[in-house]
């Protein structure tokens, strides 16, 4: 499969453990972003790379939310000291970086924080 | 106010309708526009871009409106196939991140 790969599909947890999730790109695409996605809503941009640099962050994104690529192929989403209100689909996509191309979106992690 | 709105939904329609859906935009710079569509507890896939100019593809067609800040999706001849949560998104510039509307839910009927 060359598609966008999330692991893991599903991720529960207790409130304030730390979590993390592992994105792997279309192994071409230089761009990697994370949105986040809760039940009739739009997905919600959180923060993007261009290889390994991390090029914006949400402003809605609190401390307790960290993204790395570091070595520009692979990413991971940590959330630290998980609240309730994390619950949500965590999606990762890619594209080429050429400009305004189209995102391909992983099929997401989805993350119940008890 | 969002920076990109879309009707709220569920648009219920039966086969064969047209349907249309709207979204505006806040950022009077933003500088690229598309539609993706979304199946229930699927991923986001491309549906199309939209020009200036207007395009259409099959029995989809959209139009852009940079005045007015307004961006539409129609459907001619409506599958069961089409229903699905159709989500508005703008790009604000050049190479920059995609910000997604709340998505239009689509239930299209025998």
């Known amino acids: 499969d060359t598609g966008v790969s999330q692991n893991p599909r599903h991720k529960i947890t207790k409130r304030g453990q730390n979590v993390t999730f592992r994105c792997d790109p279309i192994?071409?695409?230089?761009?990697l972003y994370w949105y986040r996605q809760t039940l009739g809503q739009g997905p919600e941009f959180l923060t993007y790379?261009?290889?390994?640099?991390?090029?914006?962050k949400s402003r809605l994104l609190s401390d307790r939310f960290s993204a790395e690529r570091p070595k520009g192929s692979f990413s991971t989403l940590e959330i630290q000291r998980t609240e309730q209100g994390d619950s949500a689909m965590y999606l990762c996509?890619?594209?080429?970086?050429?400009?305004?191309?189209?995102?391909?979106f992983g099929s997401g992690t989805q993350l119940s924080v008890l | 106010r969002k920076e990109v709105e879309q009707d709220p939904g569920p648009f219920n329609v039966p086969e064969g309708a047209t349907v249309a859906f709207n979204c505006t935009y806040s950022?009077?710079?933003?500088?690229?526009f598309f539609w993706y569509r979304q199946d229930c507890r699927k991923e986001p896939k491309l549906l199309m871009s939209?020009?200036?100019s207007g395009n259409e593809d099959g029995r989809f067609t959209a139009q852009l409106n940079r005045a007015s800040q307004y961006i539409s999706l129609l459907i001619r001849d409506s599958k069961l196939s089409d229903s699905a949560t159709y989500l508005c998104?703008?790009?604000?510039?050049?190479?920059?991140?995609?910000?997604f509307g709340q998505g239009t839910e689509l239930s299209v009927k025998p």
């Open positions: 790379f261009q290889n390994e640099a991390q090029l914006e």
């Open positions: 996509a890619s594209s080429l970086g050429t400009g305004d191309e189209k995102l391909f």
């Open positions: 939209v020009y200036s």
């Open positions: 998104v703008v790009r604000a510039r050049q190479g920059g991140k995609l910000i």
């Open positions: 192994s071409e695409h230089n761009r």
């Open positions: 950022n009077s710079a933003s500088q690229s």
